[in-house]
């Protein structure tokens, strides 16, 4: 099952993704202004370089300081319109990114429950390959009491028809034959002559930790296909690690996992901590270049400042979590995804800030966690 701190690096995935657009959108409205005062090749009329040079320099030079300041003004009229023009795209580019990363970072947790129903559907099908093999007998593993539980699961079965999750036969029986076949587990379980339930479950349990999400050519397709395979592959095996050791002997039966316990409001959280970083109040950023020391903010990793806005937008935006758990949940990011020495730094910054947002009075925490933070 999701926890918050999956749906944490999901969002810091996103907002590093979003940061690297909006200097991708930055550089493309700079091209615009080149390009407005090129030379014009196809052009019958004399072209006045030295002239169109100076603008170019003049409109770069103005599109930075209205870039900064909105409320900048001065220049000659037709640099003022091409900067207008040059900032109206950037703020059309960033407006559109930020829609799609926002609703992508959405799919990408809902793509998850596909995905770890694909790994349970072609253990299942591994299962009905096995059973069909006509020159090698694979009866300890076609009737396997877990391939037997989640070939009978009924939501399991509706769930890989709802989402098109059907493995493709042909790839299934290569992977069969060049990858199950060949382990020298899975051939010593299958010459048991009557494999008790603990070695059922152990040659299941090897399979998908060894065979599917290790290292060998499934784990590289589904490394191809999917582009955080890397972080998503740790929660598909906890999701299938559960949904294992749900196995009911008595019954027979077996649980698929839930994603998160309530999707609605962790979907929420998601969409209201992506907002709150990405408009963090300029007063708030201030307190980061206030308290980074020697350090100016724009030397910053982006790593390092992207968390560092998360945290701040968390402290502000959800008074129920108390400061002591968002700070750290952040520093514990730093340590899995920053510099070795981002930890102590990010925590001493947040340690500071989280006290003055305090005596601002922004603060506003319902239960423990305000003067717990240290």
């Not at 014009?40 to 006045?48: A, I």
């Not at 990010?346 to 933070?373: F, H, T």
């Amino acid at each position: 099952m999701l926890n918050r701190r999956t749906l944490r690096i999901k969002i810091m995935q996103t907002l590093f993704a979003f940061e690297q657009c909006k200097q991708a959108n930055h550089l493309l409205s700079l091209d615009h202004l080149d390009d407005r005062f090129r030379p014009d090749l196809n052009s019958m009329e004399v072209q006045d370089k030295e002239l169109l040079s100076s603008q170019r320099k003049s409109s770069r030079l103005l599109f930075e300081k209205k870039f900064k300041d909105p409320e900048t003004t001065g220049g000659d009229e037709i640099i003022i319109k091409t900067v207008d023009e040059a900032l109206a795209l950037y703020h059309k580019n960033v407006k559109r990114d930020f829609n799609y990363l926002q609703k992508n970072m959405i799919l990408e947790v809902e793509a998850l429950n596909n995905l770890y129903h694909t790994v349970l559907g072609l253990l299942i099908s591994f299962g009905e390959v096995a059973g069909g093999d006509k020159k090698i007998n694979h009866k300890n593993f076609s009737g396997n009491v877990w391939i037997k539980a989640l070939s009978e699961n009924a939501d399991l079965k509706k769930e890989l028809v709802k989402g098109g999750l059907t493995s493709n036969q042909e790839q299934v029986r290569g992977w069969f034959k060049d990858v199950i076949k060949p382990d020298s587990l899975f051939q010593k379980f299958n010459e048991e002559k009557s494999p008790d339930v603990e070695s059922q479950k152990t040659i299941v349990k090897h399979i998908v930790r060894k065979l599917i999400l290790g290292k060998g050519p499934i784990h590289d397709q589904y490394e191809e296909d999917i582009m955080r395979w890397a972080e998503d592959k740790d929660i598909i095996k906890s999701l299938v690690d559960k949904t294992i050791k749900s196995f009911d002997e008595t019954t027979g039966k077996i649980e698929l996992q839930k994603l998160t316990l309530d999707w609605d409001d962790d979907k929420d959280f998601m969409k209201k901590l992506f907002e709150a970083t990405v408009h963090l109040d300029a007063e708030h950023k201030l307190l980061i270049a206030k308290n980074t020391r020697n350090w100016e903010v724009d030397r910053l990793p982006l790593t390092d400042l992207v968390i560092i806005e998360m945290a701040i937008a968390e402290l502000i935006t959800f008074p129920g979590i108390p400061v002591k758990v968002s700070i750290n949940e952040y520093i514990e990011l730093a340590k899995e995804y920053s510099t070795p020495k981002s930890r102590q730094f990010i925590n001493g910054i947040l340690d500071v800030i989280s006290k003055e947002l305090y005596a601002l009075g922004v603060l506003k925490k319902s239960g423990r966690g305000l003067i717990d933070n240290k």
